[in-house]
């Protein structure tokens, strides 16, 4: 299967899951899962550049989504994010879109990556 899953559903996922578990949010963090994904295959979703670092890996990419949420109002502070109530609804507003657009290719991703798809809906 193509990529078709864009990557910032991927970073919607992670800022939604790690905020509802009061986890920090940390580019590294999420630049952690696209390195999963490519580990595992899950071609469905578009990659991300990583870059290789000494403790793991770095995305530039999942750092400009970082400051468009910044740039947007709907976060605070860069590493760990501080993401506000709006910049939740963002999220969720993109995940229910991809989920709605490729729902066998999101189920794939979301099993993959472990995240508990309630918290998608309003029911984490």
Do not use: W
Request: hydrophobic share 40%; proline share 4%.
């Amino acid at each position: 299967m193509s990529a078709i899953l864009s990557p910032e559903a991927v970073m919607a996922c992670a800022i939604v899951s790690l905020n509802r578990e009061k986890e920090p949010i940390k580019i590294e963090t999420i630049s952690r899962l696209f390195a999963t994904l490519k580990r595992e295959k899950v071609e469905e979703v578009r990659g991300v550049a990583l870059r290789k670092l000494p403790n793991g890996v770095y995305s530039e990419d999942v750092e400009a989504f970082f400051g468009r949420l910044l740039a947007g109002g709907f976060a605070t502070m860069r590493s760990p994010l501080d993401v506000n109530e709006k910049g939740i609804g963002l999220c969720l507003e993109l995940i229910d879109e991809e989920r709605r657009s490729y729902p066998e290719a999101f189920e794939k991703m979301a099993q993959t990556l472990h995240f508990n798809v309630a918290y998608f809906s309003g029911q984490g």
